[in-house]
């Protein structure tokens, strides 16, 4: 399977605990995104890299949350002291910016975080 | 606020019977607006997105800035378009893709 690829697929975790996920974009892609889904709602923008750089965050991205994606490859979210509200299904997805727009989102299947 | 709505949670209908999927949204700007798609135990897909103005799966939705809306139309429903149907905006400038979504639709569609 040569598309998104995300680590673990499924986490459960007590409350407080640290959790890493992991994300391998599509290869040649330069843009990686994190959204996050809980039950019932679309999906919520966290942050997105070009290429290594962090470019933007949400506010719904507490400073319990670090995203990471240190060689412009694949890319890592933590969440530190975990809350029983960041339970929820962690979507990642990449895309190939040729700096003309249009580009085409590819999501992972997502990684579901369960906070006991 | 930018947000996007989309009214109806559930959706059903019979197969070959027109199906309408209802999006409307609220942005100051230029809008972009997607309809991504999740068949059953699949990924989040693009769908298809206005500024292409392109059919897919015998789909279609057209932009209508009077009304706010971007609703997903086909003329003939098929069993094979059960899923889960988001409208999707993009807020972000410079072709970035910060999308907002709606809470998503789910259709049916029955034998």
């Known amino acids: 399977d040569t598309g998104v690829s995300q680590d673990p697929r499924h986490k459960i975790t007590k409350r407080g605990q640290n959790v890493t996920f992991r994300c391998d974009p599509i290869s040649e892609h330069n843009r990686l995104y994190w959204y996050r889904q809980t039950l019932g709602q679309g999906p919520e923008f966290l942050t997105y890299?070009?290429?290594?750089?962090?470019?933007?965050k949400s506010r719904l991205l507490s400073d319990r949350f670090s995203a990471e994606r240190p060689k412009g490859s694949f890319s890592t979210l933590e969440i530190q002291r975990t809350e029983q509200g960041d339970s929820a299904m962690y979507l990642c997805?990449?895309?190939?910016?040729?700096?003309?727009?249009?580009?085409?989102?590819?999501f992972g299947s997502g990684t579901q975080l369960s906070v006991l | 606020a930018q947000r996007v709505t989309q009214p109806e949670k559930l959706l059903s209908v019979f197969k070959g019977a027109p199906v309408e999927l209802k999006c409307n949204y609220s942005?100051?700007?230029?809008?972009?607006l997607f309809w991504y798609v999740q068949y059953s135990r699949q990924r989040l897909q693009l769908l298809l997105r206005?500024?292409s103005r392109e059919s897919i799966k015998g789909f279609t939705a057209d932009l209508n800035k009077g009304e706010t809306s971007f609703h997903l139309k086909k003329p003939f429903a098929q069993e094979e378009d059960s899923a889960m149907y988001y409208c999707?905006?993009?807020?972000?400038?410079?072709?970035?893709?910060?999308?907002?979504f709606g809470k998503g639709t789910k259709l049916t569609v029955n034998p």
């Open positions: 997805a990449s895309s190939l910016d040729r700096g003309q727009g249009n580009e085409k989102l590819f």
């Open positions: 890299f070009q290429n290594e750089a962090q470019l933007e």
């Open positions: 999707a905006l993009n807020l972000a400038q410079g072709g970035s893709e910060k999308l907002v």
């Open positions: 942005y100051s700007g230029s809008p972009e």
């Open positions: 206005h500024i």
